[in-house]
């Protein structure tokens, strides 16, 4: 697969289990944050998006929860499968700035 | 419709090399950002284009990188000379909005300096 972190965070789930990938931001002041998939070999690819007027967002399958008291954000993925397993990344950014990557998240789909 | 396009998908060279990405955005954006992404770093953001010009070139590592956005539809990062070190993906990505649009990520150019 492509370059990304040697130590990245790894969540292992079954088949049909529900996923929750976790992540913290730093800046108090972002208000836009966007969950992006990156499979093997491919370029990260955009999943769901919340701003910061909003707690929760849902998709197909997936739903985005953010808690800016706490400054985190979680992706979760209903019924995961095997084509979810790729490296998650939440984007922070500020209006007028560029986005901010997280280390992301090794999403592991056991059988 | 296309996504954004980048050449070559893997290049292997030699240090001291010059290595040329290229990168063709999403007809219509109007901004345009490389990215490196590393084991050791994840993605960093090399430089941002909006409107054809540099607008934030602050994470390019040092004068051996340039890039480059002759026109809308263009784009160019390079390297001279090439070290070691600069191995990694590089991606190249458009957006539409400047620096608050969603990102569209081309597939990336896997770089390896010998």
């Not at chain 2, 390019?60 to 191995?87: C, G, H």
């Amino acid at each position: 697969g492509e370059s990304v972190g040697l130590h990245l965070p790894t969540l292992s789930v079954q088949e049909g289990d529900n996923s929750i990938i976790n992540c913290a931001y730093s800046n108090s002041a972002s208000d836009y944050f966007i969950w992006y998939k990156q499979e093997s070999g491919k370029g990260p690819q955009f999943i769901i998006d919340i701003r910061s007027n909003m707690d929760k967002r849902q998709g197909q399958r997936v739903t985005v929860l953010l808690n800016k008291t706490v400054k985190h954000l979680s992706l979760q993925i209903a019924a995961t499968q095997p084509g979810d397993s790729a490296v998650y990344f939440c984007a922070e950014k500020r209006h007028g700035q560029n986005f901010v990557f997280g280390p992301g998240t090794r999403l592991s789909v056991l059988p | 419709d296309a996504g954004v396009i980048q050449s070559p998908r893997h290049e292997v060279t030699e240090m001291g090399q010059e290595v040329t990405l290229r990168c063709k955005p999403i007809s219509g954006h109007n901004s345009l950002f490389w990215y490196r992404q590393t084991m050791m770093r994840g993605l960093e953001l090399l430089i941002y284009f909006n409107n054809n010009v540099p607008i934030d070139d602050s994470g390019m590592p040092e004068d051996r990188f340039s890039a480059k956005m002759p026109n809308a539809s263009f784009s160019t990062l390079k390297i001279q000379p090439s070290e070691p070190r600069d191995s990694a993906v590089y991606f190249c990505a458009s957006s539409l909005g400047g620096a608050d649009g969603e990102l569209f990520f081309g597939e990336g150019s896997r770089l390896t300096v010998l």
